[in-house]
C-alpha cells in the first residue's frame, strides 16, 4: 500500500532552520505531485508547498516564500521542504501529500503522511 513518512521535525529557536524529508513508497513516486501541508492547534490544515511530478514547477503559500524551498528527488522516491528563518508561527504539524497535480486544496491529494512536529521557540 501507498506510503509516506516524514521526518526531520523537531524543536528549534526562532531564526533557525529544518530540514524536513518525506519518503514515499508503493506509489510510482515520478507520476505525482507532493505537496507540503501543516496544521497548527485549533487551525485548519493549510497549504504550505507542493512541486510538479519533474520537480520543474513549484508553489509556495505567501508566508513562506523566500524561507522554505521544497525539492525532489525522484532517484530516491522522497520529497524535502528545507524551513530557514523559521518563525513562531511556523510551529505546526507537517505533513506530506501525494496527488495528480500540486494544488493548493488538501482534498486534490489521494495520500498523507502521519506528520511531523515542528516547533519554533521564540
Known amino acids: 500500500q501507498v506510503q509516506l513518512v516524514e521526518s526531520g521535525g523537531g524543536l528549534v529557536q526562532a531564526g533557525g532552520s529544518l530540514s524536513l524529508s518525506c519518503a514515499a513508497s508503493?506509489?510510482?513516486?515520478?507520476?505525482?505531485?507532493m505537496g507540503w501541508f501543516r496544521q497548527a492547534p485549533g487551525k485548519e490544515r493549510e497549504f504550505v508547498a507542493a512541486?510538479?511530478?519533474?520537480?520543474?514547477?513549484?508553489y509556495y503559500t505567501d508566508s513562506v516564500k523566500g524561507r522554505f524551498t521544497v525539492s525532489r528527488d525522484n532517484a530516491k522516491n522522497t520529497v524535502y521542504l528545507q524551513m530557514n528563518s523559521l518563525k513562531p508561527e511556523d510551529t505546526a504539524v507537517y505533513y506530506c501529500?501525494?496527488?495528480?497535480?500540486?494544488?493548493?486544496?488538501?482534498?486534490?491529494?489521494?495520500?498523507w503522511g502521519q506528520g511531523t512536529q515542528v516547533t519554533v521557540s521564540s
Open positions: 512541486i510538479s511530478w519533474s520537480g520543474g514547477s513549484t
Open positions: 501529500a501525494a496527488g495528480l497535480a500540486p494544488a493548493q486544496n488538501p482534498q486534490r491529494y489521494d495520500a
Open positions: 508503493g506509489l510510482r513516486f515520478r507520476s505525482y505531485a
